[in-house]
């Protein structure tokens, strides 16, 4: 059985990384967690640039333990979509 931080469950596996999601932002970035929801746009929202954008890919990888390039965080705009594209990563 896999030691992965996330349950054999798509949504308890998805839950799992909105969660370290939050943490990573209210720790790295200061942002309050009451204030992130998956709705919420990392730019307009939360205020994380570009530069917070690289510090967050380098942080999930280090929670999944899968090399994930910039490339796929192009179209990342929200929480929600983090989310979708580790989740992707981790499935893959």
Known sequence: MATEPWGPNRMDHRQAIYEKVVSILSELFEVEKGKITEDSLLYEDLDIDSIDAVDLIVELK???GKKM???DFKMVRSVGDVVTAVSDIVAE
């Open 62 to 64: 280090s929670y999944t």
């Open 69 to 71: 390039a910039p490339d």
